[in-house]
């Protein structure tokens, strides 16, 4: 598993995703669980806790190509479900909880033409809508960043 991400989920578990599998650590016993398995293979994704409890996986390289996917994991069942696409495809993006329960994801790397372009561009997930909506551009190009909600 390659770049995976790591999110405490609101009971206390964590969810590690990376690649085509999804595990549950449990920090009361000290052991992991599998859970169900993503809709898309990815790394270099984000997984950002939403406040219904479900966690947004974005984004991320899908093999060898860089993809505009999402998906929800919801902790209660154990499986995922594709929701909205962004409009440009990106990994080694920042995505943040926002106070509007919206998330923002910004910057990042793609793969346009004959080479790699690091982005300016941000969008913004609406839980309630399931769609991702551009907004403003970053004054610098960013990548591998993080964010904290």
């Not at 984000?46 to 190509?65: H, M, R």
């Not at 910057?107 to 809508?129: D, F, K, M, W």
């Amino acid at each position: 598993m390659c770049s995976p991400t790591a999110t405490r989920l609101n009971a206390g578990k964590v969810l590690i995703i990376g690649g085509t599998t999804a595990e549950l650590y449990d920090p009361s016993t000290g052991t992991f669980s599998v859970t169900g398995s993503p809709d898309v293979g990815r790394v270099q994704h984000t997984a950002t806790l939403l406040p219904s409890g479900e966690v947004l996986i974005a984004g991320g390289a899908e093999g060898t190509a860089y993809t505009a996917s999402a998906e929800l994991y919801n902790p209660a069942t154990g499986t995922f479900t594709l929701t909205g696409r962004m409009h440009t495809s990106r990994g080694e993006h920042a995505a943040t909880l926002m106070n509007t329960g919206e998330v923002l994801i910004a910057g990042g790397i793609t793969y346009i033409g004959p080479g790699y372009q690091i982005l300016t561009s941000a969008e913004v997930y609406n839980p309630s809508a399931g769609k991702f909506t551009v907004t403003g551009s970053m004054s610098q190009f960013r990548e591998s960043q993080g964010a904290r909600s």
